[in-house]
């Protein structure tokens, strides 16, 4: 009995760390791989690329440098794409996936632009092969794991985008274009400004609202399907409320590198309408939107609390934000 015991307690020692290692190891790669990435200077880095491959600078150039940015920032960051992880710790995380689908979406929208609106001079005209294979690719669905994965997809996506870059630096007059008109951006900030909209209705639910329905409002012939309740309690579930957060920092962070990049391809456009600060206004408050959370958590206390609200602070950048697109968008289509 007595030499039964230290071979017990042996093998308890032995239980207990090859659980408690894995275990470790697991905390710490949750730990190494939450981070965001930081915001990165799309001018100097589509210059830099450009003379890495070649081409020559062009109108078109760094708006396509930041598209590319960001898609392969989603796929090679720290911890690569979690999205659509089904082992730990990858499956365990939701901040770092919730932040990713904010920036996809808004990859999403930039490629659609490049296709309908920016590599086109007029709605007759023939639409970008490479452009046109893109798009689609960056609409798979974000958390697919088999063959073909959602990495896959978007890694041929990129593979589109670069040579539709490397045609659009060509001298040659019948390779690939990209009209930096003001319509063409309008039409974009169009988009912008609905998924900023949405985004800021959804922060702003945290803390819960009554809202009156205000769907069918200026237009006394409109219909819906169904009658809307009102007023209505919309209130964001609890456990939801930082979902929401990473998706706006993440669509913001997104956000915050295509506009950057517009101001340079659209300056001349931007300066004929005015609107120069008008968009420079919208990047500052992107850019404040991406100060370090100074919590553990995102804290949901109440409006006028003793405890921050976090979603409340983003939705008020957001709101200013997308108040800003608004305001741009409506300068660009005047004539």
């Not at 794991?145 to 539709?164: C, D, F, M, N, T």
């Not at 409006?303 to 968008?329: C, E, K, Q, T, W």
Request: aromatic share 8%; hydrophobic share 45%.
């Amino acid at each position: 009995m007595a030499i039964q015991a230290p071979r017990r307690r042996v093998w308890l020692w032995t239980a207990i760390v090859a659980l408690a290692l894995p275990l470790l190891l697991i905390l710490g790669l949750m730990w190494w791989w939450d981070a965001e990435p930081a915001p990165v200077d799309v001018v100097a880095h589509g210059k830099a690329r450009a003379a890495e491959r070649g081409h020559s600078v062009v109108v078109g150039t760094i708006s396509t440098e930041a598209l590319i940015l960001v898609a392969e920032t989603l796929l090679d960051k720290r911890g690569g794409y979690l999205s659509n992880d089904k082992l730990p710790p990858g499956v365990l995380m939701d901040n770092v996936p919730n932040w990713e689908f904010g920036a996809l979406v808004q990859t999403r929208d930039f490629a659609k632009a490049f296709r309908n609106e920016f590599s086109r001079s007029q709605t007759q005209s023939t639409e970008d092969p490479d452009l046109a294979e893109a798009d689609p690719l960056f609409s798979s669905p974000s958390d697919r794991w088999l063959l073909p994965s959602s990495e896959g997809q978007y890694r041929k996506a990129i593979g589109h985008v670069e040579e539709y870059l490397g045609r659009l630096s060509d001298s040659d007059q019948s390779g690939a274009q990209f009209y930096a008109r003001a319509d063409n951006l309008a039409d974009w900030l169009a988009v912008v400004e609905k998924r900023l909209g949405s985004l800021s209705q959804r922060l702003s639910a945290s803390v819960g609202q009554i809202r009156i329905d205000t769907d069918l409002a200026g237009d006394s012939e409109a219909r819906q399907s169904t009658p809307g309740l009102s007023p209505r309690m919309v209130e964001t579930p609890w456990n939801e409320l930082d979902d929401v957060f990473y998706e706006a920092r993440g669509t913001t962070w997104a956000l915050l590198h295509f506009l950057r990049a517009v101001e340079h391809d659209f300056e001349q456009v931007l300066r004929d309408k005015n609107a120069l600060i008008s968009l420079r206004q919208i990047i500052r408050e992107l850019e404040e939107s991406q100060h370090s959370l100074g919590s553990p958590m995102v804290l949901n206390g109440s409006p006028f609390g003793f405890f921050a609200n976090h979603s409340l602070v983003m939705a008020n950048y957001v709101s200013r934000a997308n108040a800003a697109v608004i305001d741009l968008r409506k300068l660009l289509e005047r004539g």
